[in-house]
């Protein structure tokens, strides 16, 4: 039996799931057919409704003593969000879309087919960094949802922290595009898919990612992350640290 608890991200107060269900957040199914809260397309502001999963039968795994956040990148129709929940929801920890820290004008520019520019980008990273700070210092481990396509894009997360890691979700782009075609309810038009793998850079081996193929159902590909961090931690005890590797 797992619970869960929506948290404010600024505040870190804890209100009522079923408040937040009522407040506009989306219903997100994971594969284990719970019910997740998760705001996709809400105002661009910290404090965003973000989720803690927990299992009540099953203790989180420790990946180590330091907190540290996960972000899980790739193209839109990789999967980000359903891998990124189910991985949150294995580790007992924090899961936010980064989507919902996307300003109301920039979700309309990319529904009517429009990439957004860095000019674009650039306060909705700042934000989603905002986060993933204050989950550091609180001692929070989390997972956050971000395309993070460019180098550059990557390094305003992470800001040169060895505790928050890439998750790279590496996919074929014919097959990549029939999901998008199957998709619905989603702001990003796939039209944009040609300029995102323009735009995409992929993680070079110096920044240490967890890059994983995306042909595997989603339980299986969070079972490989989860694995993955595992693995680093037996590397290195007290966190997360240099015996980081590369799965795939």
């Not at 081996?205 to 995306?214: A, F, K, L, N, S």
Request: a neutral charge.
């Amino acid at each position: 039996m797992f619970a869960f608890w929506v948290v404010n991200a600024a505040r870190a107060a804890t209100v009522p799931a079923d408040t937040a269900a009522t407040s506009g957040a989306a219903i997100f199914p994971s594969a284990r057919a719970l019910r997740m809260i998760v705001t996709r397309g809400a105002p661009a502001r910290l404090g965003a409704t973000v989720v803690r999963m927990t299992s009540q039968s099953d203790p989180p795994f420790d990946a180590g003593t330091a907190a540290q956040v996960l972000v899980v990148m790739g193209v839109s129709g990789s999967g980000k969000s359903t891998v990124a929940a189910l991985i949150a929801e294995k580790l007992g920890w924090i899961f936010v879309d980064g989507d919902s820290f996307h300003a109301p004008e920039h979700v309309a520019k990319m529904h009517a087919g429009h990439a957004l520019d860095d000019a674009d980008r650039a306060p909705w990273l700042a934000r989603i960094a905002t986060w993933i700070q204050q989950r550091l210092d609180a001692g929070e481990s989390g997972v956050v949802v971000c395309s993070a396509l460019r180098r550059a894009y990557r390094d305003v997360l992470t800001r040169g922290s060895r505790r928050v890691r890439i998750v790279y979700l590496d996919g074929d782009k014919a097959l990549i595009a029939r999901r998008l075609a199957e998709r619905q309810g989603h702001f990003m038009s796939p039209h944009l898919l040609d300029s995102q793998f323009a735009t995409l850079e992929v993680p070079g081996p110096d920044e240490h990612p967890i890059t994983v193929g995306i042909l595997e159902p989603p339980e299986a590909i969070a079972d490989r992350v989860v694995a993955e961090l595992a693995a680093a931690a037996r590397r290195d005890p007290g966190g997360a640290g240099s015996g980081w590797g590369v799965t795939r």
